[in-house]
C-alpha cells in the first residue's frame, strides 16, 4: 500500500471540521503505513497528531487507543484525545486523530552506556504489557523498536496501528521483524508472533544498522545469535522461542526473570560503590513498572550490574 505523502511545516494549524479544535505542527515525527505523526501544540499543551488519507483505517487506530486506555487495569499506548477532519484547501479532506504525547528516549538510546543486562530488563517490561494485550484477545503485530519509548523508567508503547485481533491475518508488519520473513513461522496473529519480534528487538541493541537474511534466512539469523555480544543466557532464551518453547509472554518473562535473579547478590549498598545508583533505576524499571520484586524475592537494593 502506497504510503499518504503529507509535508506540514512548523506554525501550520489543523484546524478540525467538527470539533473545531486547531493544532499548531512544531514538527513531524514520524510516519506508518497509513499516516505521518507530528508533535503539535493546542493551549499551551504539547501532542502527537496523525493525520492520513483513509478514514476507516484511522478509525482502526483511534478504537484501538480507546480500547487500551486501560486494558485489565493497566494502560496501554498514549491515551485518546480527539479525532476529526481537516479541510486544508477547497474539495480536500484529511482524517487526524489526537493522542497524548510521550516525551522519552528511544530504546536504543537508553541502553547507551549500559551494560548488557539492561536488554533482558526492558524486553521483560515489553512482555508484561504484551500479557495484557495477549489476554484482552490482540497482538501488537508491527512490534519494533520504532514503536517504543522509554520514558518514566517504562518502556511504552506509541503506535497500535499493527494490532490485530488473535486468529487473523498480521495487517502490517516490518521484515526484520517478522518471524515469517525469516522462515520461523506465518504471519497469524498469535502470542508467538510477538515474541519472536522481542527477541529481534534484543537482537537490534548489538545489530543496530539490522540485517537482511541471506539464501538460507534460519541460518543467517543463528549465525547472527551466536556472534551477537550478549550474555549466553539471553542467547538460549532467544534461541528457545525461536524453537517454539514459550507459548506466552509470561513464559518468556519468566525465563528471563530467572536469569536476572542470578544477578542478585547478597551484599548492602554500602559496600560496592555505585550498586546504589544502578539498583535504584533497576529496580524501579522491575517494580514499579510491571512486576512485583517480591515476586521474585528479590530486594531492591541488592540488584547489581
Request: charged letters at 25%; hydrophobic letters at 35%.
Amino acid at each position: 500500500m502506497k504510503k499518504p505523502v503529507f509535508n506540514l511545516t512548523s506554525g501550520t494549524v489543523v484546524r478540525g471540521k467538527w470539533n473545531h479544535h486547531a493544532y499548531h505542527i512544531i514538527q513531524k515525527l514520524g510516519e506508518g503505513a497509513c499516516g505521518v505523526v507530528y508533535l503539535c501544540q493546542k493551549n499551551g499543551e504539547k501532542y502527537a497528531l496523525k493525520v492520513g488519507t483513509e478514514s476507516s483505517r484511522l478509525m482502526l487506530e483511534v478504537n484501538m487507543l480507546k480500547k487500551f486506555s486501560k486494558v485489565q487495569g493497566v494502560k496501554l499506548g498514549p491515551s485518546f484525545v480527539d479525532v476529526d477532519d481537516w479541510l486544508p484547501t477547497e474539495g480536500s479532506n484529511y482524517p487526524f486523530y489526537v493522542m497524548e504525547y510521550i516525551n522519552g528516549q528511544s530504546f536504543s538510546e537508553f541502553l547507551k552506556g549500559k551494560k548488557k543486562e539492561w536488554v533482558g530488563i526492558g524486553a521483560m517490561q515489553v512482555l508484561s504489557d504484551l500479557e495484557h494485550l495477549h489476554n484482552a484477545g490482540y497482538v501488537f503485530g508491527d512490534l519494533k523498536t520504532d514503536n517504543l519509548l522509554v520514558a518514566d523508567s517504562k518502556v511504552q508503547w506509541i503506535d497500535v496501528g499493527g494490532v490485530t485481533g488473535i486468529g487473523r491475518a498480521i495487517k502490517e508488519y516490518t521484515e526484520f521483524y517478522d518471524r515469517g520473513y525469516w522462515g520461523y513461522g506465518s504471519r497469524r496473529a498469535e502470542p508467538s508472533y510477538d515474541l519472536f519480534a522481542v527477541t529481534m528487538i534484543m537482537l537490534e541493541t548489538v545489530y543496530p544498522q539490522r540485517f537482511t537474511a541471506k539464501k538460507d534466512p534460519k541460518m543467517t539469523l543463528q549465525d547472527k545469535l551466536k556472534q551477537a555480544d550478549l550474555p549466553s543466557d539471553y542467547k538460549r532464551v532467544i534461541s528457545a522461542c525461536w524453537q517454539g518453547r514459550y507459548h506466552s509472554a509470561t513464559e518468556m518473562k519468566e525465563a528471563l526473570g530467572h536469569i536476572l535473579m542470578k544477578r542478585v547478590q547478597p551484599t548492602k549498598p554500602s559496600v560496592r560503590k555505585g550498586i546504589q545508583t544502578d539498583s535504584s533505576e533497576w529496580g524501579e524499571m522491575l517494580g514499579v513498572s510491571f512486576i512485583s520484586l517480591s515476586f521474585y524475592g528479590i530486594s531492591m537494593w541488592n540488584l547489581w550490574l
